[in-house]
């Protein structure tokens, strides 16, 4: 405006200055710079929106130093001043018709006509145009204005509330427009509900910075009590594996971060292990806090009595106590007898384990109990089985059996079973080729031994079925969620085996037989039997000494593995060398001259097979192993 204005009075004055003025003609420069102020305006305006919407980005001034935002939509204002501007060009182009028809009629000249509409043109402005602005500015100032003002300070209203709310700031009002703007009537209402929204979005943001806040240190703590949990359940068995030979699998998965299901390993007496597993009622931190009560409990008694049943009453007795939650728990213990076999057992509630006994699987039959936690009245008896080498137990929860798929179809015992067939099946087959073609050492690995000293077929890992169970179990569950706890503990038995390694010298003779000695001892075992033990070993260690590494060929150690089969009434003996290939059973079995020096076997070969109840060679791996076996019942 300032710009038109400066025009309008350069036009006057080279009027001025160029033509000439009489002293009556100050109409006509009024008249001559208004219309000229009005035709700037028409096409000053158009051309300032033509070029804002346009895709160009145009370059201020240098003198103009604030930043240019080319906005691709015109303002409120911006469009009320052009549609005036509009209004006001065709209001002058109906009074320049008006003036042309009215004056053609007279037959004025043409310089009076334009004369005319300059006059009329000028008129029109303080009636209708001068009002017309002061409305203009009323309605920006009032209406358009904060209207603008709103829609940009909501544009960035979020990013500046998160800012402000982690700075402790809390006024949230609209920004006050550097030009005064003062919203009136629904204007000002609409500024005053927007206020109050901003600051219950406030109230609310930080009531959610709160929540979330505290559900994320809840959700550490639950990490923290998965952890703790976790660790409360053993997860390596390698100790117990070594010293016992028992081939050991747990697995245990919360369906929530914390759950209440809980197994336990531990040493009972000199040569017992125990088996623990429970599964409390509920879910979340209520039955992870009652499990880790009923989980010491149980280890404590069982450690404490010999009875199984009687550790399970004075442990249900103490879990009744103060149970205001009325929380339960289903528990299965059994304590395996290492030297013998032998498993007791006692039962509250729990699923009955799976049995694999004599290479057949099934349900453990037992009596089921009342769960622990219910009645402190109840009374628990033990019960007890005898295990043969390779044969196992697989504990379990419901989470297992009762795992259901997006059809809710449960997975079922009898499918437990099954699966449990397939692998033990898949595993037997697996070995039963291997024994065919003896091409490895026995070893404390092995399956089962039967009676008369001959290696079974050997099964799977505890872990590997346990691992493939759980497959199976998720597979069949597909994209169902978890509802329950997951949690298998799985054991089978083999024959302790005793190792001992020797250089290749004879003068290791004393080390070899104070291996033997306790071996040799026990109830069945006599001295001479000991004696016939002593003399095999020794005839079968120096001819290995002796002829098994030739000059020049490096002496490497002799592997001897004893195992003792207390319930079959047998003892096994493997021996085991590096030297050159040599069947000593193949050689017929005869007196031969002690001066011969060649290995034909001789008298130690006649000493095994008379105080020998059965031998066996193999060559694997490049070892000869000889495996022996004496009955002392």
């Known amino acids: 405006?300032?710009?038109?204005?400066?025009?309008?009075?350069?036009?006057?004055?080279?009027?001025?200055?160029f033509v000439g003025a009489p002293p009556e003609s100050g109409p006509s420069f009024a008249a001559r710079g208004l219309n000229n102020v009005w035709m700037l305006l028409y096409i000053g305006l158009s051309l300032l929106y033509a070029l804002e919407r346009s895709p160009l980005t145009p370059n201020p001034p240098r003198w103009i130093h604030v930043p240019y935002r080319n906005i691709k939509k015109?303002?409120?204002?911006?469009?009320f001043v052009i549609w005036f501007v509009i209004a006001s060009a065709l209001l002058m182009l109906l009074v320049s018709v008006l003036v042309i028809a009215f004056a053609s009629g007279d037959e004025e000249s043409f310089q009076t006509v334009v004369h005319t509409m300059f006059h009329e043109a000028a008129i029109l402005i303080v009636p209708i145009f001068l009002p017309m602005f002061v409305f203009l500015h009323i309605l920006e100032r009032r209406f358009t204005r904060p209207i603008e003002v709103l829609a940009l300070d909501q544009q960035t209203f979020i990013e500046r509330m998160e800012s402000d709310v982690e700075q402790g700031r809390r006024d949230m009002r609209i920004a006050v427009d550097e030009r005064g703007a003062k919203p009136r009537y629904e204007i000002a209402e609409l500024y005053e509900s927007t206020n109050k929204m901003r600051r219950d979005m406030v109230g609310f943001i930080e009531r959610l910075y709160s929540v979330t806040a505290e559900r994320q240190r809840t959700a550490t703590e639950l990490d923290v009590a998965r952890q703790i949990q976790m660790s409360a359940v053993p997860h390596d068995f390698d100790s117990l594996t070594?010293?016992?030979a028992l081939d050991i699998a747990g697995f245990m998965r919360p369906a929530r971060e914390v759950g209440g299901d809980f197994y336990d390993v531990f040493e009972v007496g000199e040569r017992g292990v125990a088996f623990v597993i429970g599964d409390v009622s509920g879910k979340g931190v209520p039955a992870a806090l009652f499990m880790m009560r009923a989980q010491s409990l149980l280890r404590q008694y069982l450690l404490e009595t010999d009875d199984l049943g009687t550790a399970f009453t004075l442990a249900n007795r103490q879990l009744c106590e103060r149970n205001d939650a009325m929380?339960?728990?289903?528990?299965?213990a059994c304590v395996v007898d290492t030297a013998t076999g032998e498993v007791r057992y006692a039962n509250a509630g729990h699923n009955p384990p799976v049995l694999k006994q004599n290479g057949k699987l099934g349900y453990l039959a037992c009596r089921p109990g009342l769960v622990l936690g219910a009645m402190d009245v109840v009374k628990y008896r033990e019960g007890s089985f005898v295990c043969s080498p390779g044969d196992g137990l697989l504990l379990y929860t419901d989470g297992v059996s009762e795992a259901a798929n997006a059809a809710e179809e449960l997975y079922g015992e009898d499918r437990l079973l099954q699966t449990l067939a397939k692998?033990?099946?898949g595993a037997v087959q697996g070995a039963t080729a291997s024994t065919a073609q003896d091409e490895r050492p026995a070893s404390a690995d092995d399956s089962a031994v039967v009676a008369n000293g001959c290696r079974a077929a050997a099964a799977s890992s505890a872990q590997t079925a346990v691992n493939s169970l759980a497959a199976s179990v998720d597979a069949f569950a597909g994209a169902a969620p978890q509802a329950d706890d997951i949690t298998m503990l799985a054991f089978r038995w083999n024959l302790p085996v005793q190792r001992l390694t020797l250089p290749a010298d004879d003068a290791e003779l004393d080390s070899l037989f104070a291996f033997l000695e306790p071996i040799c001892e026990g109830e069945g075992r006599t001295p001479k039997m000991m004696a016939q033990m002593m003399l095999v070993c020794e005839e079968v260690f120096v001819n290995i000494c002796h002829y098994g590494f030739p000059d020049g060929q490096p002496r490497l150690p002799v592997d001897i593995e004893a195992a003792v089969d207390e319930r079959a009434g047998c003892l096994h003996l493997v021996f085991s060398d590096q030297g050159i290939a040599y069947d000593p059973l193949s050689h017929n079995a005869k007196k031969v001259d002690p001066a011969d020096e060649q290995r034909k076997g001789g008298l130690g070969?006649?000493?095994m097979r008379k105080y020998m109840d059965d031998l066996r060679y193999?060559?694997?791996?490049?070892?000869?192993?000889?495996?022996?076996?004496?009955?002392?019942v």
């Open 1 to 17: 405006m300032a710009l038109v204005l400066m025009d309008s009075a350069c036009v006057n004055l080279a009027v001025y200055l």
């Open 605 to 607: 070969i006649l000493l």
């Open 618 to 632: 193999t060559r694997a791996d490049g070892r000869n192993i000889l495996r022996m076996t004496k009955r002392f």
């Open 74 to 79: 015109a303002n409120l204002t911006q469009r």
């Open 423 to 425: 692998l033990d099946g």
């Open 242 to 244: 070594e010293r016992f």
């Open 327 to 332: 929380l339960f728990v289903a528990a299965f």
